[in-house]
Every structure is written in C-alpha cells, then in structure tokens.
C-alpha cells in the first residue's frame, strides 16, 4: 500500500452496538476503550503524528451517557490491510461486555452526511399520557445553549411523527435531528415529564430507556 | 418509590465507578463458590482502582477455582445518600450482590485518613462496624496494607490484621477457612486457630492495659495466642504470583496504566520513611521476568503505558539491562515507559539518554530536607553537588521542568534549615540559566512540594514528637517570605491533616472510641480535603478525655511500651534505637549494599541480605 513513498491510509468503518451495562460508558471513556481495544487486538492502525501519539479513531456523533446504541460507527485508519472479517473478530475477542462489532466495511457515507437519529424511547411511568403528548401541538423543549443562554426548540414536529409501539403503550419510535442541530432525546423526556405535571398537578420523576437504533442522512437511509 | 440500582446510575457523576464489567473484570458462576471475598478499598474508584497491592491481590484470588473476589470502593456522596435513600446495600462490582453475605470483606489501608471511610462502607453494608457486634453469621472483616504495622485506633473494628506482604498468607487464611466451614464455622474458634498462621494478627485476643499517664503498662495475649505477631514476606519475587492482565477501568483513574513491580523493599533507610523500614529486605525481581510480565500485561490490557514500580526505580541493580529489553518491544507497539521514584543520585547520563527516546515525562527529586545537616540527619545520603549535577544534566537533556519534594517539621530541624529549601531550588534556577546547552528560549519551572512531616511506627523517629499545627504554619509563613521568583512554585499540604495522621499513626486502642465517634458525626471522607473536619476529632478526642497532643506532640522514652511493640516487622527496637542517636548526631548509615547495620531483617535471609 505504498504510494510516492507515502503509505496510503486505507479509511475503515466499525460499526458496533454499545448495550447494557455498557451504556454508561460515556464518551471520552468510549474513545479510551476503543483505542486500548484496537491495540490489544493488534491491528494495525494508523497512529498520529503528534506529541502524544495515538491510534487515529473517528466516531459519529457521541452517544449521551446512559443511553444505548444498537447501530454506532467508528472509523480507524489500516496501515496494513486486514480483512474485515478479521477485523471484526479480533475486536469482539477483546472488547468489553457490552459492546459488539457487527460490520467492519468500507465508509459509504460522509460523516457530515448524518442528519437524523431514529430513537426508541422506553417510558417507565403509568401515567399514559403519552398517546396524548405526541399529538400536542405546542410541545417546547429549553435547550442550554453553550453560552448558558435557554433556547427554546420546537419538539411537536418530531413527536406528531413518532410511533407508539403497537404492543406497548409505553414504547415511542421517534427521529430526530442529529449532526448539525441535534436535539438530545433526554429533553423529549423532561418535555413529557413538565406535561405530566400540567395534567397532573405533579412532577413526577419519569425514568425512560433511551435505544438509538441507527444514524440516518437526510434522505432517512441509515448511515454507512 | 424506591429506585433500583440501574436508576440510581442515571442520577450520579460518573456511574461507571459501580457498573463494574470492565475488561479483565472476573465474574464467577456463584454455583461453584466456596468463598466470597469483598476486596474493600476505602476511597474512591478512580484512587483504589489505581493501587498495585489490590490489582495483585484480585486476580490470585480469582485464580482459586473455589473463591470469587470481588472489587468494593467507597461511594461518591451522591451515590451513596441515594443508596442510603433507596436501601441498596454495599454490593460488589462483579456480581452487584450485597457484601454483607460474604465470607471476607477485606480492607487495605494506604493512609490513616481512610479509617472512617472503611467504617462508613461496613454501615452500608448493613454491617455492625464493631467487630465484637459480629458473630458467626456475619462475614470476617480483615485488613491489610501498610497502615496495619499500627492497627491498634481500629483494632475493635476488625477481626483479623494481615501483616505484611500478603499473596500467601491469604490463601493459608482462606484454607483454614474452608476446613472450619466443612465442620461447622464458629467465629470465635477459627479466630483462636488463625491467629497461630503467620502474619495473622486477631487484635480481640490481645489485652491491652495502660498507666495512669496514658502510657501502656503492658499488651497480653489470651489464651494460646502468640506474644508477638510477625509480618509475612515473600521470598522469591521471581515465583510468586504476578497478574497476567489487569482490570482495564472505562473511568480515567489516578494511576490509568500497567505496571510491573521490580523490587520490594528500599536500601535506603531514610529515616523518615516508613516503607525503607517495614518491607525489608529488599528483594529483586529479574529482568526477563519482569519483561515476560509487562509484556504479558500491555498485551492483555492494550495499556499505551507503563511503569515500573519501586520504591526507588534507580536502586534496581539491572535497570541498564532492564531497559533496553522493554524498549525493544514498547517502542514498536507505540508504549511509553515511565519510570517513577527515580533518585537523584542514580541518574546517570546514559539513563537520561535512554528515557529521552520515550515521551519525557516529568523530572522528579525527593531531597526531602534543604540544608545537607538535615539531610544527614534523616539519612538521606545526597549532596546539593548530586542535585545540582544531575538537575544540569537533565536540563542539558532538554528538561525544563524540575519537581522537588520536601517535608518540614523533620526532628532537629530549625528555620535555617527550612530557608534552605528555598535556597537549594534558587541554585536550581541558577543553574539552568548557566546551563548553554539548555533549551533555548524557554524558562525553567521548579516545582516545590513541602509536605509536613509525620512521625511513623518502625521508622528510627516513631519515638519523636511532632511539630504542632502551630510551628508547621510558622515554617510554611517563613518559606513563603524567603520566595522572591516565580520560577520557583512553592506548594504546600494542609497541616491540619498531618497532625491528625500523627494522631492516628502512633495511636493507641482508645482511639476506638474517638473514631466511631467522629464517623457517628459524620466524618467519612477524611482523606478529602472537601470533606475533611479537624474540630469534630478533636471534640470527640476531648468527648473521650484523650489528649491528641499526647498522641502527636510528645516525645516518647526508649523505654517505652509503644501500642505496637507486640508486632514484629523485622527491624529490631536496638536498631531503630542505634539510628535515632545518630539522627541526633547528624550521622549517616549506609545503604544495604555498601554495609549491613544489622537492622534485623536479615533473618529471613532473602534478597540483599544474601548478598
């Protein structure tokens, strides 16, 4: 793979899931994982350059913490090449519980490319007013903005759009911008937990497991 | 509405301290267990995770087909009200089971300010934290680490006192265990038998009377226990068990690393130091040993750095074979090596030379005392010559940037002493900008940590009064006005908490009381500055009519029956008797390998004792 004297970096995507007792890894923890991960597996990745030199790892967009990801992409760069098999393999020999390589490819897409994230949200709460919630009009999430600025963001185009799952009242599948202007899944919780107590006359605590099923380009095809 | 314990984790900072599932992390099929042992670390995830001692420990154990060990640290404050809140008991990380099943629950103790954290995690537990409120139905609560060379304040706490190094001593515990289990376990009879085991201390079984002046009139055992206890050693670091993978937190932890020990022990004897003292002798691990293990180790973690751990990397006599046989591989995998402890005077240009391959990391000296009549004083065999030569050297290397570690309130020592710790680093500072090979265009930084000096059991001074809070100020006051650069950056550590460690290092049985009675008060987390609370000891120490300068402050006689003088670490009272004197006279002793002194452990004839 040499060219001009120069190696040529061949890009591989990994394409993994992070579940369980892994989703509360955050993701700063994430990119130490995967970088020790890449090196007990001995593959031959592309190190940086710098001061601090250390395997070239590129994530999509960053899960929160507590969250879980059944579709999440990362892509390293060979300076050798190893089939994609063997790539798989020797990560989910040495990966923690939690997280499972299930596609190692080529990269399709661009990261820029991701524009939305398809979510599935697991209400715990026996308040069944969700049904209701989704179809609101006026649903306002606050948003801190970095300069610590409350911005309002319109949420009801997204949830009028969501589905409640069929057998399970309690279960919402919903898409939502990710990329340029995310909006964090977390603030659909706090939204629904702020209508809960306008129908109720009390904040109650509503805990909610939060899946990101997959990332998606703007034309709604999953990201690869 | 209570919360179970997934919930909980949504709530708190950094829940992957108690998830647990860490790469390496052993989990066991709970069917095929005959022992289940808490390894109890009393501070926080990220410092107990980073502690060799427990790394080692974990995995023998788990290495016994029949015992599950499992890791325990002391909640965060947010964790542990919502545990408290929502009755989710101290559990285990492996498995998340509550401890207070176990067979063992086992503390270390590093430090003396982590008592009440250890008694704070056996009241989470929904343990009786008193060992005398435990009966056979309860696990056995022990402790090892250095702390227990003193473990007379929590003596009531704890069962049983690991003493000394403890990879086999553990499993001689845990057999004796076994075969009480098949007949029937009864506390109190498995507690006369083990105190016959080596290295086992049962404090219950001891008998402790005092003077009217607070001294100790004498310490008897009851029954069959033995007068004196004796620590274990290991004798050959070459076979005994060293772990092949580590735990691989997803936390950033103090300490985020592999690490190979190369020796045990110190040939130094400083006499301040502690360790130089309760570890002996010291005892070599081989090169090709030692490569195997850290080899093994970076594989099996993916660790991008490792150190060698010591207490003092430069004594290692095959260093220059050592490292050019690490380098070889850690180079190629893109590992970074760190070498820590590394002294002064054991920095050669070739060792220099070598490390610069790596990534440099910081340049760090102990000389511990400013002027060279202190130093002699405390055996800390170095001259302002070795620190400014090798200070040079390491400047013509490229460093520039110099830690300097100090202690004031050193016996004998006087103000003159103290400006000179300021004085040696201006030469420092001189001495860099003499320096024509430095690098140019950039200042130089010296890094100046004062820490205050407490008086320790089995070290030559354990007879010696501390300096008070008081006359600690005055010396911090005094070093602050002699600093006139800011090349120079003075830190200095909070005399409060050392006197406490005073108090605690040297303390008798009746700090029992004081220390259940601070914890009852709300005193958890003493080893966090945050947290920690001088007034509420000092209230429950005057509750309990205990003076705490009799403890910190007061030299004690030679003939004195110190809480500790039924322990036996090796070193015998004569020696540290002999050293003391010389202390006083500014003489120094020889390392180990210039001279035997005859301190005392050269009865187990092992390592340089050989020699």
């Not at chain 1, 490819?105 to 715990?124: H, Q």
């Not at chain 2, 301040?272 to 002996?280: L, S, T």
Request: glycine share 6%; proline share 4%.
């Amino acid at each position: 793979m040499e060219k001009r004297g120069v190696f040529v970096l061949k890009e591989i995507r990994i394409r993994f899931s992070k579940t369980g007792r892994a989703k509360f890894i955050s993701h700063l923890d994430l990119m130490r994982t995967m970088t020790r991960a890449v090196r007990r597996a001995s593959i031959p990745v592309w190190y940086t350059e710098g001061f601090n030199r250390h395997p070239y790892l590129k994530f999509a967009a960053p899960l929160s913490l507590g969250f879980e990801g059944k579709d999440e992409s990362m892509d390293i760069r060979l300076i050798n090449d190893m089939p994609a098999e063997d790539i798989e393999d020797r990560l989910n020999q040495v990966l923690p519980d939690g997280l499972i390589v299930h596609h190692v490819g080529e990269p399709v897409m661009k990261l820029r490319d991701i524009a939305f994230a398809r979510y599935l949200m697991r209400f715990k709460d026996n308040n069944n007013h969700l049904s209701e919630f989704i179809k609101e009009q006026n649903i306002i999430a606050k948003k801190r903005t970095k300069k610590g600025l409350v911005r309002e963001i319109e949420l009801s185009p997204f949830l009028n759009k969501a589905e409640i799952h069929d057998c399970n009242d309690n279960e919402l599948c919903l898409i939502l911008p990710c990329g340029g202007e995310t909006i964090n899944p977390a603030l659909v919780v706090t939204a629904y937990e702020e209508y809960v107590e306008q129908c109720q006359g009390e904040h109650i605590k509503v805990f909610c497991d939060i899946t990101r099923l997959a990332l998606l380009n703007s034309d709604g095809n999953s990201f690869v | 509405m209570a919360y179970n314990l997934d919930e909980l984790l949504r709530m708190v900072q950094k829940p992957a301290r108690y998830t647990g599932g860490e790469l390496n992390s052993v989990v066991k099929n709970k069917e095929n267990i005959g022992v289940r042992f808490a390894f109890c670390f009393p501070d926080l995830y990220e410092v107990g995770m980073s502690h060799l001692g427990m790394k080692i420990l974990y995995s023998l154990l788990n290495k016994q087909p029949n015992v599950f060990c499992e890791r325990v640290f002391m909640p965060d404050t947010d964790m542990e009200e919502l545990m408290r809140q929502n009755s989710i008991r101290l559990f285990g990380l492996e498995s998340r089971d509550a401890i207070d099943t176990f067979d063992f629950v086992g503390f270390t103790f590093q430090y003396e300010l982590s008592y009440t954290a250890a008694l704070n995690m056996l009241d989470l537990a929904g343990l009786p934290i008193r060992a005398a409120n435990r009966d056979s139905s309860h696990p056995l609560v022990i402790a090892g680490g250095p702390c227990v060379c003193n473990p007379e304040p929590i003596a009531d706490f704890f069962d049983i006192f690991v003493l000394g190094e403890g990879e086999e001593v553990i499993l001689e515990l845990i057999r004796l265990y076994n075969s009480h289990k098949e007949k029937g376990y009864d506390k109190t009879a498995f507690l006369h038998q083990a105190a016959h085991i080596e290295g086992v201390y049962v404090p219950s079984l001891y008998h402790v009377e005092y003077n009217n002046d607070g001294t100790i009139a004498n310490i008897k055992p009851r029954g069959e226990a033995p007068a004196t206890i004796r620590k274990r050693i290991i004798g050959d670091l070459d076979t005994v068990y060293y772990p092949e993978s580590f735990v691989v937190p997803f936390i950033d932890i103090v300490h985020d690393r592999a690490m190979s020990e190369i020796f045990r022990g110190c040939i130094r004897g400083c006499r301040f130091c502690q360790a130089g003292f309760i570890y002996r002798p010291v005892r070599e691990k081989s090169p090709e040993v030692i490569n195997a293990q850290s080899r093994s180790l970076c594989k099996s973690t993916g660790y991008e750095e490792f150190s060698l751990s010591s207490l003092s990397t430069s004594d290692y006599t095959k260093l220059e074979s050592l490292l050019p046989m690490l380098l070889e591989w850690a180079q190629e995998q893109n590992t970074n090596i760190s070498l820590p402890s590394l002294r002064i005077d054991g920095f050669s240009e070739e060792l220099a030379a070598k490390l610069n391959v790596l990534r440099r990391s910081g340049l760090t000296f102990a000389p511990e005392a400013g002027s060279q009549r202190l130093r002699d004083s405390i055996n800390k065999n170095l001259t302002d010559n070795d620190i400014l030569e090798t200070a040079n050297k390491a400047f013509t290397a490229g460093w520039t940037a110099v830690k300097l570690y100090f202690m004031i309130g050193l016996p004998t020592e006087t103000f003159d002493d103290v400006a000179e710790i300021i004085s040696l680093s201006q030469k420092i500072v001189d001495r860099y900008y003499k320096n024509p090979n430095r690098q140019k265009g950039k200042g130089v930084n010296v890094s100046v940590s004062v820490s205050s000096f407490v008086p320790k059991p089995f070290t030559p001074f354990q007879w010696e009064p501390q300096d008070t809070m008081e006359m600690l100020e005055q010396k911090q006051t005094h070093l602050r006005s002699l600093l006139t650069t800011k090349k120079i950056s003075l830190h200095w550590h909070d005399a409060s908490t050392s006197f406490l460690e005073g108090i605690l290092a040297r303390g008798d049985r009746r700090l029992g009381d004081v220390i259940e009675g601070v914890f009852k008060r709300g005193c958890k987390r003493d080893a966090w500055s945050e947290h920690f609370n001088l007034q509420v000891w000092l209230d429950a120490l005057d509750e309990f009519g205990l003076d705490p300068s009799f403890y910190a402050n007061r030299r004690r006689s030679f003939d004195e029956i110190l809480p500790w003088d039924h322990l036996d670490y090796g070193v015998t009272k004569k020696f540290l008797i002999k050293e003391n004197e010389c202390a006083h006279n500014n003489v120094t002793t020889p390392n180990c390998r210039q001279a035997c002194s005859g301190c005392g452990a050269a009865r187990w004839k092992k390592g340089v004792c050989l020699s």
